[in-house]
């Protein structure tokens, strides 16, 4: 399967995910070249960017979990690279 760059965008909402959250990204630390925490604290919300390397399905096996947490939205790209 032919492996492709991505980026997800994921907004935290509800901190009591985060160490979920923390475990899929250790679970799939493979896929995971580059990741950025930034507290929006007048928001009350925490967006965190990930650059990502890896075929399509270990890349939607990352986010595809990350999305059902509660509290925690995620938004994919994917391209050929």
Excluded: W, Y
């Excluded at 650059?51 to 050929?80: C, F, Y």
């Amino acid at each position: 399967m032919e492996r492709r760059i991505g980026a997800a965008l994921i907004l935290v909402e509800n901190r009591g995910s985060v160490e979920k959250l923390n475990q899929l990204f250790s679970a799939h630390s493979s896929v995971i070249v580059a990741r950025q925490g930034i507290p929006l604290q007048q928001r009350g919300v925490s967006v965190i960017s990930l650059v990502l390397d890896g075929t399509s399905d270990e890349i939607s096996a990352l986010t595809g979990p990350v999305g059902k947490l509660d509290g925690v939205q995620v938004k994919t790209l994917m391209m050929k690279g």
